[in-house]
């Protein structure tokens, strides 16, 4: 089964990173947060992945094709012009780098790999955020179901205190981060089906809107209910977070 990320927006709230490159090769402890997502997967056996880029493609494309080397020992014979490879460190992966435009929105996106996916189930996911999410256990969730498409739903942490409040102003209770409402957080299980939710040769579909809102209509949108870890990568406070979690050996992501 093939792996989709969606790996192509400006990431225009990490600005202080993504003015010089995509989002997902944003690190993560010296590895960009696309390895990392890539490595959840593989730990369960799926190492076949179509990436949609966009925003920078160039780089995310020199980064598989320099993988080997930049991994791997080296010894450089500058006078004979030679090189000598030691110890490598590569993955069981086969990637699939597609430009599907800078400006294309997420629906349009998964639209241009339908020729890559053909009629087989796949998996899809957004390029930065990371999760502890059981992925074998979550496809059985999707299967079981018999619906065209599942999505993990999440319960953050809200950014703010929550406070009840009596008639007289007397506030009741005080909870510093309480659970928001079940939210999209990616990980996515799909049928083919899903294709005929989003119209052709059009950039400007937002998966999140028309397909997933008329695939709930008809439906055909099941959840999976995820209360572990799932933390996304939207600001440089959210990668501070991860950078610190994976530097105590404390990434409950880290399933490999």
Not at 16 to 24: A, G, Q, V, Y
Not at 152 to 168: R, W
């Amino acid at each position: 089964m093939k792996v989709v990320i969606l790996a192509g927006g400006l990431g225009t709230r990490l600005s202080e990173e993504t003015n010089l490159i995509p989002k997902p090769l944003v690190e993560i402890g010296g590895k960009p947060i696309l390895w990392h997502i890539m490595k959840i997967y593989s730990v369960y056996g799926f190492n076949d992945f179509v990436i949609l880029s966009g925003y920078k493609s160039h780089l995310i494309k020199d980064y598989f094709i320099n993988y080997y080397n930049r991994y791997s020992d080296i010894t450089i014979d500058m006078s004979t012009n030679t090189l000598e490879i030691h110890k490598t460190r590569t993955e069981p992966w086969k990637v699939t780098v597609l430009y599907t435009g800078k400006d294309t929105l997420t629906g349009s996106r998964i639209k241009k790999a339908q020729e890559y996916i053909g009629k087989e189930q796949f998996m899809l996911t957004y390029g930065d955020g990371v999760s502890n999410v059981n992925i074998n256990e979550l496809i059985k969730h999707h299967n079981n179901s018999k619906k065209y498409i599942t999505l993990t739903a999440v319960q953050p942490s809200g950014k703010f205190g929550a406070l009840e409040i009596n008639s007289d102003n007397t506030i009741t209770s005080f909870i510093e981060k309480p659970k928001e409402s079940w939210v999209n957080g990616g990980f996515f299980v799909c049928n083919s089906e899903i294709f005929n939710y989003i119209e052709e040769n059009n950039d400007l579909i937002s998966f999140e809107r028309e397909p997933l809102e008329n695939l709930a209509k008809d439906k055909q949108l099941n959840a999976y209910k995820h209360t572990g870890f799932w933390q996304p990568m939207d600001t440089l406070r959210d990668k501070n977070y991860l950078n610190d979690l994976w530097q105590k050996k404390q990434a409950p992501w880290k399933v490999w």
